[in-house]
């Protein structure tokens, strides 16, 4: 992704309007006619925005950043830890937080989507400079200091990792045949693969631009990776550098999380759905407040959460995700990239990415447990659109998944459907952060 790295939102004038309304014209036969695969992974690098049945209208005209409305902030990062009308979840308040989200628990989810406010006296931090703050930061492929700390780049990262062999990978996925592929996007493709010792493994091939690009994403990802420990974030138990650029993830015969709620739901009763709602809640929060770096993974969404024995909900493929230093608020980009039904409206509007990013498109995941629907229908009609009026009419019968029939808890139930409300909130301010969502859904069990 062309990452503009820049610490605060700026508005786009009409000519940059009139030039992105273009570019998305010209991509959009791409983008419609492309299959949407099952698998792993099926991300794409250029949104069609007008297949995406989002209430455009004023919104561009009275955005207002998560950031610039957060007076009092007393986080060492410029985030958002303290954001208007959502406390910390600590002292005074939460207890008013709370206090307010059981009122809307016990008056069901009739809230009103709120549109945005007006961006004032915010300054621009330009191409020009945020090239060069890059450019400090990170030394090009080609120059001889990176060239040569490739090898200890590789030294660094943990010891548990093998180092695949391109002969292994290809026997693990009888050669990358076609029947083991099991999702692809626009960087990458994703086999099914089994080792000798009979373990599965899902296989990642970096796919996109010039060896200099995948060497950039394949470094990138792993030094992500390298940071994050945790129950609830997949596995890589490897990775391959010879004839290409690979990484291998431990899965489990479940696979991902798409394979199963897009085909036999059957298999999902609320019980495995609810574990997979707090597991991954679970995951984010870990990756937005507890690594060791603030993350933003920026590719949520169902074929990304791997399912382990014990269907434990785990998030994998970090291809897009962002490191966020602690002192920017977020990062605005100038190319659209992730997958279609899960991007938030402020993110096609100005290219913002922070926390609240990955906190839509965990509503949007959530929506997909409670309804069985797809985030993007046949018809590319978009999910959360569809829920939208059933959430406001506190319509429950018709938003539950007809495989469920009466069989779950009613009062976890609510709890998920509010928190996926909250969290697909036009405004990112008023969507709760993930310590907070996580509160949520844990305030019955």
């Not at 610039?68 to 830890?81: C, F, K, Q, V, W």
């Not at 590719?299 to 995700?321: T, V, W």
Request: charged share 25%.
């Amino acid at each position: 992704m062309k990452d503009e790295g820049e610490s605060q939102p700026s508005p786009r004038n009409d000519d940059h309007k009139s030039e992105k309304k273009q570019v998305v014209k010209k991509e959009s036969n791409s983008v419609r006619g492309r299959r949407l695969r099952t698998g792993f992974s099926d991300s794409f690098s250029t949104i069609d925005l007008g297949g995406l049945d989002i209430e455009e209208g004023h919104q561009s005209e009275n955005y207002s950043s998560p950031r610039t409305l957060e007076p009092g902030n007393h986080s060492s990062r410029a985030s958002t830890s303290h954001s208007e009308g959502h406390p910390d979840l600590t002292g005074a308040g939460n207890n008013q937080w709370h206090q307010g989200f059981f009122k809307l628990l016990k008056k069901g989810s009739q809230m009103p989507f709120h549109t945005f406010h007006p961006l004032k006296n915010v300054q621009k931090l330009t191409r020009r400079k945020s090239k060069r703050i890059r450019e400090d930061l990170i030394p090009s492929l080609s120059s001889p200091a990176l060239k040569s700390s490739l090898d200890s780049e590789f030294c660094c990262f943990k010891s548990s990792w093998k180092n695949f062999s391109l002969s292994e990978i290809q026997a693990a996925t009888n050669d990358f045949t076609h029947d083991n592929l099991i999702g692809e996007g626009g960087y990458a493709e994703v086999y099914l693969g089994k080792l000798e010792d009979g373990n599965f493994v899902a296989i990642k091939k970096l796919t996109r631009g010039s060896q200099e690009e995948m060497t950039a994403d394949f470094l990138s990802e792993l030094g992500i990776i390298v940071h994050v420990d945790h129950p609830n974030i997949a596995r890589l138990i490897g990775y391959g550098v010879e004839g290409g650029m690979f990484l291998v993830l431990q899965l489990s015969p479940h696979g991902s999380l798409s394979s199963i709620l897009y085909g036999p739901r059957e298999k999902l009763d609320w019980s495995l759905r609810y574990k997979i709602v707090l597991g991954t809640a679970e995951g984010l929060r870990y990756l937005h407040e507890e690594c060791q770096r603030r993350i933003i993974h920026k590719d949520i969404k169902a074929s990304n959460i791997l399912l382990s024995e014990d269907f434990e909900p785990q998030i994998s493929d970090f291809g897009l995700a962002k490191w966020l230093p602690d002192q920017w608020t977020h990062h605005t980009v100038s190319k659209v990239e992730g997958t279609f039904g899960y991007l938030p409206p402020e993110f096609f509007l100005h290219g913002i990415v922070d926390e609240k990013t990955d906190v839509y498109a965990y509503g949007v995941l959530l929506l997909e447990l409670i309804t069985g629907r797809q985030a993007l229908d046949s018809s590319q009609k978009s999910l959360v659109m569809w829920a939208k009026p059933l959430l406001s009419a506190n319509n429950i019968k018709e938003l539950v998944d007809p495989v469920l029939a009466d069989a779950y808890d009613e009062e976890q139930m609510k709890l998920v459907i509010l928190t996926a409300s909250l969290c697909i909130e036009q405004s990112s301010i008023h969507r709760p952060h993930m310590n907070q969502a996580c509160s949520f859904i844990k305030s019955y069990s």
